[in-house]
């Protein structure tokens, strides 16, 4: 089992910037591969990033790169997400997720763990 606490979440201005943390409690936090998603009001929940169990590899939406960063920390067991140049399109619940099969990461189906969610709103 494991618990995954999302926090780092508030209200910012266009243009800001906000780092989001996911702390993992549990089993080994190097045994998943780890992601970020988030759902806007009245829309589906989308992937954001993810990050390979090592680090070593991350793969972005094509909505956020260049502007976002995923990066995680063996030693704290948590995981981050540093949003630069936000906009108001990225306003949402922001969610951290955790399972050992990169695909069911990637797809955001069939993932594992979930965390409670942490809502983010960029004012224009």
């Known amino acids: 089992q494991v618990l995954l606490v999302e926090s780092g979440g508030g209200l910012v201005q266009a243009g800001g910037s906000l780092r989001l943390s996911c702390a993992a409690s549990?089993?080994?936090?190097?045994?998943?591969?780890m992601g970020w998603f988030r759902q806007a009001p009245g829309k589906e929940r989308e992937f954001v990033a993810a990050?390979?169990?090592?680090?070593?590899?991350?793969d972005y939406a094509d909505s956020v790169k260049d502007r976002f960063t995923i990066s995680r920390d063996s030693a704290e067991n948590t995981m981050y997400l540093q949003m630069n140049s936000l906009r108001s399109e990225d306003t949402g619940v922001y969610y951290c997720?955790?399972?050992?099969?990169?695909?069911?990461?990637?797809?955001?189906?069939?993932?594992?763990?979930w965390g409670q969610g942490t809502q983010v709103t960029v004012s224009s």
């Open positions: 997720a955790a399972d050992p099969i990169p695909a069911h990461i990637m797809g955001g189906t069939l993932v594992d763990y």
């Open positions: 549990g089993r080994t936090f190097n045994y998943y591969t």
């Open positions: 990050i390979s169990r090592s680090g070593g590899r991350t």
